[in-house]
C-alpha cells in the first residue's frame, strides 16, 4: 500500500524565508514522514500557480523588500487562503506573513500596506525593534520559546485569541502581554527560532490537523526527538 | 596647538591605559575630546589618503590583503591591527602610530570600518577609496535589518572621493553604484559556474542565482579556484596563484583585495610583485587557522552566519575529517540561533559529527537531526567536548566549525591542553 501524501505549501519561499523560517518545514516534513506520510513539498513564489491539493501551509519573514515584492500576489491569493482556513487546513504564519494576514500594516512612515484581513488584527510599525530569546504560556501548547526579531507592533481584534502570554519577551506589541494570534488551525506568531524544532507540541498540532482533515485520521505515534528537551530548556534559560 | 595638546594626552592616556590593561577605545575619546579636528588633520595628511574596507563578511581578512599587497609595492601603510575598527579605535591606533607632533609616518591609512561606525567615520574623515565587500545575513538581532546595513554601507560609498569597489555579485552591494558620487567605480566578481558556490541569502531556497541582468565588467574576475589555486582574470588576462588562504571566500576576497590595490596604485601597480604578496598572505587572527596538535592537523574554522557557514561547508569536504561543530550565543556570536536551520548541512550527513558544543550544543545537535546527520556527542562544556575530540582517531586530521566566542575559548584551551604550532 502507498503511503498516505500530504501536500505542504511553503508561502513565498523566495522572499519571505529569513531567521530559520526553512526550519519550520523541515521539521513539519520530518514529523510527517516518521509517522509514515509521504510529504510532496510545494514552493509557491509570487506569480506561480496555486497547487489543487494543499493540506498544511507554511510562511515567514522577510526584509521589507521581501515584502514588497509579494504583497501584491498576496492579496490576489487572500480569498483563497481565507477558504481554506475557514475549511480547517492548517497553517503557520511567522513575522511578516503573520503581518499581512492582518487587515494592515502601517509603517512608520504612514505608508499603509494592505494585509489579506485572514485575521483581525492590525500592525503599526514602532520606534525600535523588539528583539531577544522570548518565552510564552499558551492554554493549548504550554510553554512556547523562541527568538522575536520585529518593529512592527501588532493589536489583535476583541474576538481573536492569541497564540500565548509573554512570560519573557515583548510579544506583539510589548504592551498588553500578548503574543501572536490563533484562527481555527492557523496559528501566528513573530517566533523564529526556528520555532516548531523546540516546540513539538506546535509542529505536532499542525501535521494532526492535515492528516485528519484529508484523511479523517491521524496516525498519532509519539515521537522520541534527541536533544529536544534539552535544547527547549538551554534556550529558556539564556538572556534576553 | 591644540593639535600637539591632543596628541600629548593622547598618547600619555593610551600609555597609562596599556599598564592598567584597559581597551584600546579610551585614549581615543579623550584625544576626540579635546580636538574634534585631530582624526580628519592627522588623516588628511596622508599623500595616498585613507581607504575604507566595509561588508558583513571578510573585512579583517581582506584588510590585512590589502595592506600586505600595498607594502609589497613600497607604501608605508597605516592599519588599525587592534581589531578596534569603529572611529575611536582608529583614534587611538592613529595616536599610538603618530609622532609627538602628530604626524603619522605613513603613505596610506587602510582601515577596516564596521559597517555601523563606518558612517560616523565617513563623515569625518571622507575616504579617497572604499571596497564594499557584501552584505550578509549577520549581527541582525543588533542591526534588524540586511537593509539596514545596506545603508550604512551606503553612506561610506556617498562620501567616497576617488574611486568605489564593490562586489558585482552582491546585488546589494553592486546596487550601491547608484550612489556613489566619486569618479571611478570598479568591481571584482565572478565567473557564472563559480557564481553557483555563492549562494547569497536572498537565493538561499531558490537554489540558482535568479535572472542575471547583464552585469558590468570587472577588473577583477576569479574565474577558477582549486584548494589553494586559483585563478584571475585580470583586465582580461587570466593569471594563476598559489594561496596560503583557503576557503572559496577568502580566495573571493583575494579578488577583493587585488581589484583595490590596482585601483589605489593605477599605472604604478606591479602585477608580478602584487601577486607575489597575495600568495604570502596568512588568515587574520581568529579567521580560521591551521594548527598542529598533537602532531595532527587540526583546523578552526570560525562560522558566524549562514552564508559564511554555507560557504565554509563548501569550502572544505568533510571526507577524510573528523568533525565538531562549537556553537556559541554570547553577545559577539548573535544570540538567535534561527541562522543554524538556513544552513544545508548535507554535506556531513555521511562522515557525521563527532562532537556537537558550546552553549547552544543542544539547538546545533537537534538541527543536525532534521537533516539525517549522525552526531557522536552532545555537550555543552566545550573543554570536555574539545578533549576528547583530540584523542579521537590518531593521525586522522580533524576540523572545528565554531562561532567567534567559542573559537576564542578553544585557542585558550588548546593551548593548555598540548602543544599548538599555528601553521597558517
Ligand atoms: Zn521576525
Known sequence: MDAPVIDLLQLYPRDMNIYGDWGNVLVLRKRLQLRGYEVRLHEYNPGDSFPEQVDLIVGGGGQDSGQNKIQADLLGLGGRLKELADDGVPMLAICGLYQLF?????????????????????????????????????????????????????????????????????????????????????????????????????ADYLVRHAAERRYGTFNDVALEVPYEAAARSDAAARPR | MRHLLAT??????????????????????????????????????????????????????????????????????????????????????VLGESNPAGKLGADIAVLELDEA???????????????????????????????TTAGFLRKIAEATTEAVVLNREDHRIAGLAAAVTAPEIRYFGLTPDLRRMFPGDDEMRSGATGEIAALPDADVVLSACDGPAATFTVDGRDVDARLKLTGVYNVYNSAAALALARTVLG?????????????????????????????????????????????????????????????????????????????????LAEAGVDEVSGVRANDMALRLFYEDVPVGRVDTDLTASLRRFIELGPGQPKRIYCTYTAMLALRRELGKLTEVEVVS
Not at chain 2, 575630546?33 to 588628511?44: A, M, Q, S, V, Y
Not at chain 2, 581578512?61 to 588599525?80: A, D, H, I, P, Y
Not at chain 2, 568533510?318 to 556559541?328: E, K, V
Open chain 2, 267 to 347: 599605472e604604478a601597480a606591479d602585477e608580478a610583485a602584487l601577486l607575489r604578496s597575495l600568495e604570502a598572505v596568512t588568515p587574520a587572527f581568529g579567521r580560521g587557522e591551521s594548527l598542529t596538535v598533537n602532531g595532527q592537523p587540526l583546523d578552526l574554522v570560525l562560522v558566524k552566519n549562514p552564508a559564511g557557514f554555507r560557504l565554509a561547508l563548501k569550502s572544505f569536504p568533510a571526507a577524510g575529517f573528523r568533525t565538531m561543530i562549537a556553537i556559541n550565543d554570547n553577545y559577539a556570536d548573535g544570540r538567535d540561533m534561527s541562522w543554524l536551520w538556513d544552513v544545508d548541512f548535507d554535506s
Open chain 1, 102 to 202: 492582518g487587515h494592515r500594516f502601517t509603517t512608520h512612515t504612514g505608508e499603509v500596506i494592505t494585509g489579506i484581513g485572514l485575521l483581525d488584527a492590525e500592525t503599526v510599525g514602532g520606534p525600535t525593534r523588539l528583539i531577544g530569546n522570548t518565552v510564552l504560556e499558551s492554554a493549548e501548547f504550554g510553554t512556547v520559546i523562541g527568538y522575536e526579531n520585529h518593529s512592527g507592533l501588532t493589536t489583535l481584534g476583541p474576538d481573536l485569541t492569541p497564540f500565548g502570554t509573554v512570560t519573557k519577551g515583548q510579544g506583539n506589541n510589548g504592551q498588553d502581554g500578548t503574543e501572536g494570534a490563533r484562527y481555527r488551525h492557523v496559528i501566528a506568531s513573530y517566533l523564529h527560532g526556528s520555532l516548531l524544532p523546540k516546540n513539538p507540541a506546535v
Open chain 2, 117 to 147: 561606525h563606518a558612517v560616523h567615520f565617513v563623515k569625518l574623515v571622507p575616504p579617497r577609496y572604499s571596497l564594499l565587500l557584501n552584505v550578509m545575513r549577520d549581527q541582525l538581532d543588533r542591526f534588524g535589518e540586511i537593509e
Open chain 2, 8 to 93: 600629548v594626552v593622547g598618547k600619555t592616556v593610551r600609555v597609562v591605559a596599556k599598564l592598567r590593561g584597559g581597551g584600546s577605545a579610551l585614549p581615543g575619546l579623550i584625544a576626540e575630546k579635546i580636538d574634534p579636528e585631530f582624526l580628519p588633520r592627522t588623516l588628511g595628511r596622508l599623500p595616498h589618503g585613507v581607504v575604507v574596507i566595509s561588508g558583513t563578511n571578510g573585512k579583517t581578512t581582506t584588510t590585512k590583503m590589502v595592506v600586505e599587497l600595498l607594502q609589497g609595492q613600497g607604501l608605508k601603510v597605516f592599519t588599525n591591527r587592534t581589531g578596534s575598527n569603529f572611529t575611536r579605535g582608529v583614534v587611538a591606533a
